[in-house]
């Protein structure tokens, strides 16, 4: 299991000394913000999903710190699909965040904390006719086109309710974002964008389109990208493509960059912020566009927990599994994309006290139910809890109810305080809008 897992996996300490909003303590075990995890589990039991609101805020800070030390006025869209809860965008909505959005659904989540329309971009790369009317009647600031097919579908659609649509253009660069195959958006062969040959000419009939104004290039290479190289070769295409339009006479004013910044799973850091401004500053800080950024794994994934409770230890022959009460149904990403996710017991015996190696597994009847294959770990007994890490991302918002499992709670820390955020589905809510036909 190694999503761009290439240097050996980290032990329990160096996991957590590379996370500063944990903290071991001799009787309250680990703490995240502070709050002990196991009081949260006693409270809301387990699975629960742990957000902390102060970790979303410094990594938003971070971000803007290191655009604002390369003199980059850039504005920042956090991308809704990496974590949708209304609690989330609130925070993002009080930092004066846009966002970015791929369906009415997250568009409406948007407007239900009042996040100005204005600040919304829609991308994806199917919008349905009926989501681009209700985005654009409700004010959506940008829609970024992903084919000619689409922008004649907006056209259309602007026109009939008397509006103007700003639409950018989502070029393909072409580059390899050297990600996992399944988060790599920036191929030619992926379908995402359109190719740049074919940019110029598409721009140039959309400046002549009744109900559409174009007023840039967008562009996305893919997500969890820990080195600036592939942003350098794709922002200096997008460069060398504004100033191509523009000298055919066509007017640029926006260019947004995308998101897909990447965070350490393990105990490596992420994308340096520093190299990424830096590189924003050099490839497209002088061509007088309005800049814009689509992060949201790297503001809300390290900010984010799963905590799980053990069922119990089962041996076979061969292997030690740990079966934890969380399962791929609620956190889908180790089975999706082998993704690595350091796993903290919370109890400080436990930390400290001799390890084996496990498999972390859930009670879901799939091989792929596993979290961790081969993973040091002390003995758990049951009930003891877990902390599965950096799950603020491309978590909750992925999970199913598969095997009849109801969605698991959400609590928020705020202010040295665990709120509810979500409360666990009752089971009965899984089958209460089905019927049966008689
Ligand atoms: C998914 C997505 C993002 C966010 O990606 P992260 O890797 O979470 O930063 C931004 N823009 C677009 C168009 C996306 O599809």
């Not at 640029?252 to 105990?267: A, E, F, K, P, R």
């Not at 509810?420 to 899984?430: F, G, N």
């Amino acid at each position: 299991m190694a999503e761009n897992r290439t240097t050996p996996a980290p032990n329990l300490t160096e996991l957590l000394a590379a996370r500063p909003a944990f903290s071991m303590h001799a009787q309250d075990g680990l703490c995240f913000e502070n709050v002990p995890l196991n009081a949260i589990a006693d409270a809301h039991g387990t699975p629960t999903w742990v957000y902390g609101a102060a970790s979303i805020r410094a990594r938003h800070a971070a971000l803007s710190a290191a655009l604002q030390a390369q003199r980059l006025n850039v504005r920042v869209h956090y991308a809704v699909k990496a974590n949708d809860h209304l609690a989330v965008l609130d925070i993002f909505r009080g930092l004066g965040a846009g966002a970015d959005v791929v369906s009415l659904g997250e568009f409406l989540r948007t407007q239900r904390v009042r996040i100005a329309p204005g600040e919304v971009v829609f991308s994806g790369v199917g919008k349905a006719r009926g989501e681009i009317a209700a985005t654009l009647q409700a004010g959506v600031g940008q829609l970024n086109v992903e084919s000619r097919e689409e922008l004649e579908m907006i056209a259309s659609v602007a026109r009939l309710q008397g509006r103007i649509a700003r639409v950018a253009l989502r070029m393909n660069p072409d580059v390899d974002a050297g990600t996992h195959a399944k988060i790599t958006t920036g191929l030619a062969d992926n379908k995402f964008g359109i190719p740049a040959a074919d940019i110029p000419e598409l721009y140039a009939h959309a400046a002549g389109l009744d109900g559409i104004e174009p007023v840039g290039i967008a562009l996305h290479i893919g997500s969890q990208i820990l080195n600036p190289a592939p942003y350098e070769q794709a922002y200096a295409k997008a460069a060398a493509m504004v100033r191509y339009l523009r000298a055919q006479g066509l007017s640029v004013s926006v260019l947004d960059l995308g998101g897909g910044l990447g965070i350490g799973y393990g105990d490596e850091p992420g994308i340096s912020l520093p190299a990424y401004a830096a590189v924003l500053r050099r490839e497209v800080g002088g061509l007088g566009v309005r800049l814009m950024v689509e992060p949201g794994r790297s503001l809300v994934g390290p900010a984010g927990l799963l905590l799980a409770s053990v069922l119990l230890e089962k041996h076979s022959a061969a292997k030690r599994f740990i079966v934890l009460d969380a399962a791929m149904n609620d956190l889908l990403r180790p089975a999706l994309y082998d993704a690595w996710h350091g796993i903290l017991p919370v109890n400080a015996t436990a930390l400290h006290g001799p390890c084996a190696s496990a498999d972390v597994v859930g009670p879901v009847c799939e091989t792929a139910d596993c979290f961790a294959a081969g993973r040091q770990l002390p003995p758990m007994a049951a009930g003891e809890r877990v902390a599965i890490l950096d799950a603020g991302a491309y978590g909750a918002v992925m999970s199913s109810s598969y095997n009849a499992r109801p969605r698991v709670a959400a609590v928020m820390i705020e202010n040295g305080r665990a709120h509810l955020i979500t409360p666990r589905q009752p089971v009965a809510a899984l089958w209460a809008e089905e019927a049966i036909p008689r």
